[in-house]
């Protein structure tokens, strides 16, 4: 049986930061349950946004040709998505903007809008910030991409975490319950879909 593929999506310029860290305990949540991963560190590639030219609504695919574009056979095989951001500015980060924008084309099938990607996925939203406070409006830019997902695939229901007073790299160790957790719905997620 072909073992299931989870991605990690890094939308910090941190490796090791918080968000990604999170990101990882999912993935080896996955690997537990038998599946296998990749992380794609947004910021290691040079790529362009969204030229809303329009075009992927006619045939389908996005016609930008650049580091990205390879990056796409992974999501497509990919039946666990982790999408990890840190918030800036009270938003995602521009790296992890940039790329939700150049999924459009996976919103579009023969000229209408559409779900591109075929199956039943499963994905998991990181969002984590400096603030000590609950900020409910960053959970909701969790919920916003969790929402666009919907536009592109069979997600199911999307899972957001949403963690604060994380300014510091490894502040996220201050936090085993939430790394615990992660763990944890990676496993439960992959096993959903095995
Ligand atoms: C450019 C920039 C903007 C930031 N803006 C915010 C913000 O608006 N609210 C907040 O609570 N934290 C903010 N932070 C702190 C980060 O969200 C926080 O350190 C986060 O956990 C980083 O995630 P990472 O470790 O995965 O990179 C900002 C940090 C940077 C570098």
């Given at each position: ?128 910030y400096?603030d000590k406070r609950e900020r ?28 604060g007073g ?29």
């Amino acid at each position: 049986m072909e073992k299931i593929k989870g991605v990690g999506i890094c939308g910090s310029p941190r490796k090791n930061g918080n968000s990604a860290t999170i990101m990882k305990y999912i993935l080896d949540g996955v690997k537990k349950a038998g599946g296998e991963s990749k992380i794609i560190y947004l910021n290691d590639f040079l790529f362009k946004g969204c030229q809303a030219c329009k075009i992927c609504a006619k045939n389908g695919k996005c016609i930008i040709e650049d580091t990205l574009t390879p990056v796409f056979d992974t999501l497509f095989e990919a039946k666990i998505w982790v999408l990890a951001s840190p918030i800036y500015y009270d938003s995602i980060s521009g790296q992890m903007k940039l790329f939700f924008d150049r999924c459009r084309w996976l919103t579009w099938v023969d000229g209408e809008m559409k779900p591109r990607l075929k199956g039943k996925r499963r994905a998991v939203i990181i969002v984590t910030y400096g603030d000590k406070r609950e900020r409910k409006e960053y959970f909701h830019e969790g919920e916003k991409l969790a929402y666009y997902l919907s536009w592109m695939g069979d997600f199911g229901d999307v899972k957001i975490i949403s963690e604060g007073g994380l300014m510091d790299e490894k502040d996220i160790y201050s936090k085993p319950h939430v790394l615990k957790y992660a763990e944890e719905i990676g496993y439960k997620l992959a096993k959903e879909l095995i």
